[in-house]
């Protein structure tokens, strides 16, 4: 595929006054490099700045980019991507169709749908055609389709992958269950073993919405708003499940931790077996923190567990769409991918699907430091699609309306 890229050159003094005035159309094949004649461009990558790791790796992908291609990337930082999305919006209520202040924006969830909504994205499909995303599996990773079930359809381009895993202690537990109903069976057999954040604790909701998933006539559903469906009957196998187990949960389902930190305690203390994070990499941080015993070890369900995907995009009136898209691509490439995976340098999981790799990338996913209670990337290979966003509410406001009456 052909990229169009605009860049102005300012004449050598044998070209004439004619040709420094002039604008140069330079056909470049998306694999090849930007001449180093020309004026290299600009990409604002608008991304949340809180994290030096965070910060010092797009630092890199900025080195990579200029050296390859002859791109600067300037990292905005942001606090909150509802900043930047606020600003596009703004732009274009007062008409600034081109010439825009973000060329590339990390999101994902609500912003990415607000975005897709108020037309404020490139008009056109564009993630299929970049070269890395070959090395990709929708199928196996759904959410790279469906970003808390909006469809991405092409505007979006996946960068790293959270999915919720299980941990348990080893010398507690020697076959822990691996669904929502062998879950349930051995709740109700090891009686006070088990218990999760309170919703609306992120963990905690997202604990739900899997067992929900799973336990659901028709999961298909959940893709759809809660408002186009028979949102009651569909979580009443959620309400049943729950009803059966939380008289045996920890504290008899009275109480619960109020959020990841207190849960994992309970496990570092032995008063539960089983806990759970949206972060692979989270067991094993807290066995080298000492929180939990080095005999903790992580799995996921059978069936899959909860992922979703952040990703870039390229807003509607970016100044420099197509070297945005390089950057993506860039981004996406085995070896970003592979730095971004590093626990070293970041630790974020791939959006890589490790089959369709060739074998000296695989090799080198395979060789990554890794915590002793991570799970390789094969591992965490099945996964399940989000709810769309418009069932987290009506799981906590009703949750909270059940259970909650004990906190």
């Known amino acids: 595929m052909k990229f169009l890229f605009q860049v102005r050159l300012f004449a050598m003094p044998r070209w004439g006054t004619a040709l420094s005035r002039a604008t140069l159309l330079v056909t470049l094949i998306f694999a090849g490099v930007m001449t180093r004649s020309g004026v290299a461009e600009t990409v604002y990558f608008n991304a949340w700045g809180g994290s030096p790791a965070i910060n010092d790796y797009i630092r890199w992908a900025g080195d990579e980019v200029e050296k390859r291609y002859g791109i600067t990337?300037?990292?905005?930082?942001?606090?909150?991507?509802?900043?930047?999305?606020?600003?596009?919006?703004?732009?274009?209520?007062?008409?600034?169709?081109?010439?825009?202040?973000?060329?590339?924006?990390?999101?994902?969830?609500?912003?990415?749908?607000?975005?897709?909504?108020?037309?404020?994205?490139?008009?056109?499909?564009?993630?299929?055609?970049?070269?890395?995303?070959?090395?990709?599996?929708?199928?196996?990773?759904?959410?790279?389709?469906n970003d808390f079930a909006t469809p991405t359809d092409g505007l979006e381009s996946p960068w790293g992958r959270a999915q919720l895993v299980f941990g348990y202690d080893t010398g507690d537990l020697k076959s822990p269950p691996k669904s929502a109903a062998a879950l349930g069976e051995w709740i109700r057999s090891n009686p006070g073993r088990f218990t999760f954040p309170q919703p609306p604790d992120f963990t905690g909701t997202s604990f739900l919405k899997q067992i929900l998933l799973e336990v659901a006539a028709e999961p298909a559903l959940l893709q759809h708003p809660a408002d186009q469906v028979d949102a009651e009957a569909v979580m009443a196998p959620l309400w049943a499940w729950l009803d059966d187990v939380t008289p045996h949960l920890w504290r008899q389902g009275r109480h619960y931790p109020a959020n990841y930190t207190a849960m994992v305690q309970l496990l570092g203390d032995r008063e539960i077996s089983i806990a759970m994070a949206f972060n692979p990499a989270e067991f094993s941080n807290n066995i080298s923190s000492g929180?939990?015993?080095?005999?903790?070890r992580s799995y996921i369900h059978d069936g899959g567990t909860i992922a979703n995907v952040h990703f870039v995009a390229i807003p509607f009136n970016a100044s420099a769409p197509q070297a945005a898209m390089?950057?993506?691509d860039f981004l996406l490439s085995p070896e970003a991918q592979l730095r971004k995976a590093d626990s070293s340098v970041w630790g974020d999981p791939t959006v890589l699907a490790m089959s369709r790799l060739p074998a000296a990338d695989r090799a080198a996913f395979d060789a990554l430091p890794r915590g002793i209670a991570t799970l390789t990337e094969a591992e965490l290979g099945k996964s399940l699609?989000?709810?769309?966003?418009?069932?987290?509410?009506?799981?906590e406001e009703e949750w909270q309306k059940r259970f909650a009456s004990g906190n």
């Not at 929180?291 to 903790?296: E, G, K, R, Y």
């Open 73 to 145: 990337l300037v990292h905005v930082k942001l606090t909150d991507t509802a900043e930047a999305v606020g600003r596009i919006l703004a732009e274009k209520t007062a008409g600034r169709t081109s010439g825009g202040s973000v060329d590339l924006i990390w999101i994902n969830g609500e912003n990415f749908a607000s975005m897709k909504r108020n037309k404020l994205l490139q008009a056109k499909p564009w993630v299929m055609d970049l070269p890395s995303f070959r090395f990709t599996d929708p199928v196996a990773l759904p959410a790279i389709l």
């Open 291 to 296: 929180v939990l015993p080095d005999t903790v």
């Open 326 to 328: 390089k950057v993506a």
């Open 385 to 395: 699609a989000e709810p769309h966003l418009s069932w987290i509410p009506l799981i």
